[in-house]
T-cell receptor
Framework: QVQLVQSGAEVKKPGASVKVSCKAS????????LHWVRQAPGQSLEWMGW????????KYSQKFQGRVTITRDTSATTAYMELSSLRSEDTAVYYCARECAHCSGSYDYWGQGTLITVSS | DIQMTQSPSTLSASVGDRVTITCRASQSISSWLAWYQQKPGTAPKLLIYKASRLESGVPSRFSGSGSGTDFTLTISSLQPDDLATYYC?????????FGPGTKVDIK
């Protein structure tokens, strides 16, 4: 069965960076793009960017351009999202999500989420 | 970016009621709209894609309609398991955007 398993919760200080991993299994990794979406406490969902799992091409939200880097390791079937220059407003649950093949643009499988807390 | 709005922000209904949630885009997105259900402490779940197509495994009491800028999600007969927050998402153009959500309570 398809699974996306993310790395565990982290606490970071303002100005630091964080790298979250998303391990995929149960499908051919290179056939599906992976996106990153975050959700601040009590807030809606916010798209951050995506990676073409085959070629490694990326596209980022303008809001995060320059601060976010999304990569993938095909041999490890894992995607990564690194966010730098963290500030308190970056406290959120970060999700990876698989872009659906038959419903391109929407997400049929999600990771369990990773809570990133930014606090001094 | 395309802005998404939803109404109402919260609603309370009884089991068996017909429930309708509205989503509006700031510009035309054709039918490139999805609906998700999110229960507390869990990841969102895809219900509807391309405005009206039911994702596999989703109960048939969920349906979607609309195109252009105005969309609706309908639950034909509300069940206790439907307690959740519902989000619309446009994927017509980058940056992809979500609505603010509609929280559904059971009376």
């Amino acid at each position: 069965q398809v699974q996306l398993v993310q790395s565990g919760a982290e606490v970071k200080k303002p100005g630091a960076s964080v790298k979250v991993s998303c391990k995929a299994s149960g499908y051919t990794f290179t056939n599906y793009a992976l996106h990153w979406v975050r959700q601040a406490p009590g807030q809606s969902l916010e798209w951050m960017g995506w990676v073409n799992s085959d070629k490694g091409h990326t596209k980022y939200s303008q809001k995060f351009q320059g601060r976010v880097t999304i990569t993938r390791d095909t041999s490890a079937t894992t995607a990564y999202m690194e966010l730098s220059s963290l500030r308190s407003e970056d406290t959120a649950v970060y999700y990876c999500a698989r872009e659906c093949a038959h419903c391109s643009g929407s997400y049929d499988y999600w990771g369990q989420g990773t809570l990133i807390t930014v606090s001094s | 970016d395309i802005q998404m709005t939803q109404s109402p922000s919260t609603l309370s209904a009884s089991v068996g009621d017909r429930v309708t949630i509205t989503c509006r885009a700031s510009q035309s997105i054709s039918s490139w709209l999805a609906w998700y259900q999110q229960k507390p402490g869990t990841a969102p779940k895809l219900l509807i894609y391309k405005a009206s197509r039911l994702e596999s495994g989703v109960p048939s009491r969920f349906s979607g309609s609309g195109s252009g800028t105005d969309f609706t999600l309908t639950i034909s007969s509300l069940q206790p398991d439907d307690l959740a927050t519902y989000y619309c998402q446009q994927y017509n153009s980058y940056g992809l955007t979500f609505g603010p959500g509609t929280k559904v309570d059971i009376k």
